[in-house]
């Protein structure tokens, strides 16, 4: 009985910790950004920024989606430098093996890596930016002339843009809605729950000038 | 007080539009140039008045649906319930700044005409039925419920109205720009035929209607009033 009730306080504490951990959106400062390339390549680009405080890390990682593949052309940037980062593709495994992360992933799933220039210390940080292009022929797809993108998204802060030359036609959450400096259509998606936000946009062509 | 009785109803297809139901019911009693420091006197009694507002109406929720820019109207559908058990009447307060035609009044359940009219803050006040804060001048549509409104149940409105308002709806720089603090909960706005949403400022859900009209619903939860903001261009 002794033995239950301490695994149940465990558990209880675990929980506790996990939630803690997330429980503040608006301490959170990872944001990402899409550009939706032309829908018939299903492929769209990605930048995403984050902060890495873990005394010790010397790597980080943007995990690939399954159902995605990342091209090789993923770029990583020290923010607080200027300078690219080191970058490859491992497996879960290999991530895994770190310890960085409070939950392990797939061991064969694959994540882009990139090392940074030293371990983070004792009160220090560092901002990185991963910029990445998708391809996702099930999430980002051309239906009867519209293009679809369904996606979830699990940030506090998210920005999609249209491609060019294609007008909104629906999305199911709440957006703000700007034109970016090229005239394309960007949403804004702020995500207030801890939760994710399960997001469609659809799209047609905007009409020719007659 | 000019009494009004409604004409027939025909246009149910339409919902309303909502925490406008504030313009004038009657254009020419809004019709009325004001200096603008007593125009935003108005407007602060106004705002208090619909804070108020919920301790007697429920469910509200307005549907504007804007017409062509250069003409700088919007039809508004209003729907309400009234709550106050033994209330004969409902008083919609009439926001400051916009001249309202085409109104009517129905009840829900039943789908038949209203009598309503306009009436000031002080006969507003004599009836027990809107804030004692109330201004002598504000006005109001006071609404003739078919019956008293019963105890533990509800009477369900829907106004019709079409505005005329020129600060809040234009036409600047070949864009049709609506801009609108909504203090209702549940708001949806619909573009005309032919124009493309290209800003909105507070979060808001889009569809496109099967007439190809863009439609964008606000939920509003904060205490005031949600600041919306639409652009959109013309399409070729």
Known sequence: MKRILCLGIIAISMLAAAQQESFHRAEQDREISYWLLDPATHQFKISHDFTVTRVGQKSVHSFVRKGSVVSPDAEMTDLDTGKPLKTYTVKGKDVNALGYYPEPVDPESLAVQGDLEHAVGEGQSTRVRVQETYTDPVGYVLQDGELVWTRTLGRPLNYVTLPAGWMLTSVNTPAVITLDEEGRIKLRFINTRNGDLAIVIKAKRRPEKK | ?236
């Open chain 2, 1 to 236: 007080m000019n009494i009004t009785w409604l004409q027939s109803f025909s246009d149910a297809s339409r919902y309303g539009s909502a925490a406008d139901i504030h313009a004038g019911f009657k254009g020419n009693l809004l019709n009325v140039v004001h200096s603008s420091a007593d125009m935003r006197f108005r407007i602060v009694a106004w705002l208090l008045c619909l804070i108020a507002l919920p301790t007697w109406a429920a469910d509200e929720f307005t549907l504007y649906e804007l017409l062509p820019p250069e003409t700088h109207q919007f039809a508004i559908t209003y729907d309400v319930t009234a709550t106050q058990e033994g209330a004969p009447f409902f008083f919609n307060p009439i926001r400051p700044g916009s001249v309202a035609t085409k109104e009517r009044v129905v009840e829900r359940s039943t789908g038949k005409e209203l009598k309503f009219e306009v009436v000031n803050g002080k006969e507003a006040k004599a009836s027990g039925l809107v804030p004692p804060q109330t201004q002598d001048k504000d006005e109001f549509i006071k609404v003739y419920l078919p019956g008293p409104v019963p105890k533990n149940g509800e009477t369900r409105i829907r106004i019709f109205k079409t505005y005329t308002d020129a600060a809040s709806y234009t036409l600047t720089d070949n864009k049709l720009v609506f801009t609108r603090p909504l203090g209702i909960k549940r708001n949806v706005v619909v573009l005309p035929k032919g124009w493309e949403l290209i800003e909105c400022a507070s979060p808001g859900i889009v569809s496109t209607d099967a007439d190809g009209r863009v439609r964008i619903s606000f939920l509003n939860d904060r205490d005031d009033q949600l600041p919306v903001k639409i652009v959109a261009r013309r399409l070729p």
